[in-house]
């Protein structure tokens, strides 16, 4: 796969898993703050964004087969849920075709990035864009393409990451 596409799935998935991640750290801190209280803990007041059920990362990560399908389902799904702040912000990527990305390829990326904790507290400042500014970059001189401009991806750092 050439190296401007593979940056499109890397980056995707990344953003997927720091959405997850900022969601679980939120639930167990409406968990702790209601001593408990499961129903509070999920309020959507509780979180800068919504992860439906059947979308979340672990989730995707149980499934064996069709990686990609349910990968894509649960980022349709997250975005749908959240139209004011992420609508179109996963694109288009392909997700489902194989020849592309193998499932074994997208499994071993998914436990990949499972090792990291990409939450807020995980994540101080803007360490994820900073990271995002410094691949596009690599992506962009093994590609021997111009910089890429920023994206909707980087909004959606900033809506995490605000303080």
Same mark, same amino acid.
């Given at each position: 796969m050439d190296a401007?596409?593979?940056k499109t799935y890397i980056f995707l998935l990344l953003f997927f898993k720091c959405?997850?991640?900022a969601y679980d750290k939120e639930f167990k801190t409406a968990l702790a703050k209601s001593s408990g209280d499961v129903e509070y803990a999920s309020f959507p007041e509780n979180h800068?964004?919504?992860v439906p059920e059947g979308c979340y990362w672990d989730q995707v990560r149980e499934k064996s087969m069709n990686a990609g399908h349910a990968l894509q389902t649960a980022k349709r799904c997250i975005e749908?849920?959240?139209?004011?702040?992420?609508?179109? +912000?996963?694109?288009? !990527?392909q997700w489902t075709n194989k020849d &592309?990305? #193998?499932?074994?390829? @997208?499994?071993? =990326?998914?436990?990949?990035?499972?090792?990291l904790d990409l939450s807020n507290a995980a994540c101080?400042?803007?360490?994820?864009?900073?990271?995002y500014e410094?691949? +596009?970059?690599?992506? !962009?001189?093994?590609?021997?393409?111009? &910089?890429? #401009?920023?994206?909707? @991806?980087?909004? =959606?750092?900033?809506?995490?990451?605000a303080l």
């Open positions: 401007a596409d593979f959405i997850c991640n800068r964004f919504q749908q849920t959240n139209p004011d702040a992420l609508f179109d +912000i996963f694109g288009d !990527a &592309r990305l #193998s499932d074994q390829l @997208l499994k071993d =990326l998914i436990e990949h990035f499972s090792s101080k400042g803007n360490i994820l864009g900073q990271a410094y691949f +596009i970059k690599k992506f !962009a001189d093994l590609t021997n393409k111009k &910089r890429e #401009s920023f994206t909707p @991806l980087v909004q =959606l750092l900033n809506c995490l990451f």
